[in-house]
């Protein structure tokens, strides 16, 4: 897939609605400047988020303003909502709400999968994401 400007800002705008009301994000100009979408192969996105080893990951989000998407992927509302999951991550980084602990990156997790779950329900799509994520996902 490769997303839109406008596709980009209307999921911004979104996650930005529904994260927790006690997040500080940067102004829409700035944040919408620093995003950069970048379309790679399944297997680069394994390599860089499952030590290569074969796993369901379509996007991902590592901490500098760019947003790994599977080049694969449709354009369909699923797909957007991938998109959507990964720029919560990138505005929970920008507003340094969250450390790099592990209670941290479950907590980040959650609250994307909700927001990404909640659009799709609003969108007619009766498919929910992270529901392996939610069974298996702990820490020590
Ligand atoms: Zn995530």
Redesign the pocket.
């Known amino acids: 897939m490769n997303a839109s400007q406008a596709l980009l800002t209307v999921l911004m705008r979104y996650a930005e609605s529904h994260m927790e009301k006690d997040t500080v994000i940067p102004k829409s100009e700035v944040r919408e400047k620093q995003l950069t979408f970048v379309p790679v192969t399944h297997a680069k996105l394994e390599e860089m988020f499952c030590k290569s080893k074969r796993c369901p990951v379509y996007g991902g ?1 590592v901490g500098d303003g760019k947003l790994y998407i599977d080049s694969q992927l449709d354009d369909s509302t699923y797909s957007q909502s991938i998109v959507l ?2 720029i ?2 990138y505005l929970q980084d920008l507003s340094g709400k969250y450390g790099k602990d592990c209670q941290s990156w479950y907590q ?2 959650k609250e ?2 909700a927001i990404q779950n909640q659009w799709l329900y609003e969108q007619g799509v009766f498919k929910q994401a992270g529901m392996g994520f939610m069974r298996t996902a702990r820490c020590e």
Do not use: I, K
């Open positions: 989000y999951h990964e919560v991550h980040n997790e994307a999968y």
